[in-house]
Nanobody, 125 residues
């Protein structure tokens, strides 16, 4: 069964950093675009960042631009989200998602077909 597994979340203070990882169990996404989304309690899911299949192109939500970096290592079938200068508003469950092969830079969750179960990020004030 296809599964993406996020890790690296936790509790940090304002201004701290985390690196989230997303890996596949028995599944390859090396030719697929990938993205990170997040959902805070009681809020709608929102786009965070996306990366092309080879890592050559990235795009970020304004809320995290300049503080976050999405990257991938296709030899390890893993995608990362480095988050710096964290704020309480970054508190959410973070999900990685696999897009369709011909997808380019979509920020819509409808264009991603495989999802992980999420990892909790909590930033204390």
């Amino acid at each position: 069964q296809v599964q993406l597994v996020e890790s690296g979340g936790g509790l940090v203070q304002t201004g701290g950093s985390l690196r989230l990882s997303c890996a596949s169990s028995g599944h390859t996404f090396s030719t697929k675009p990938m993205a990170w989304f997040r959902q805070a309690s009681g809020r709608e899911r929102e786009f965070v960042a996306t990366i092309s299949w080879n890592g050559a192109w990235t795009s970020y939500a304004d809320s995290v631009k300049g503080r976050s970096t999405i990257s991938r290592d296709n030899t390890k079938n893993t995608v990362y989200l480095q988050m710096n200068s964290l704020k309480p508003d970054d508190t959410a469950v973070y999900y990685c998602a696999e897009g369709y092969e011909n997808l380019v830079g979509s920020r819509s969750s409808n264009h991603y077909g495989v999802w992980g179960q999420g990892t909790q990020v909590t930033v204390s004030a």
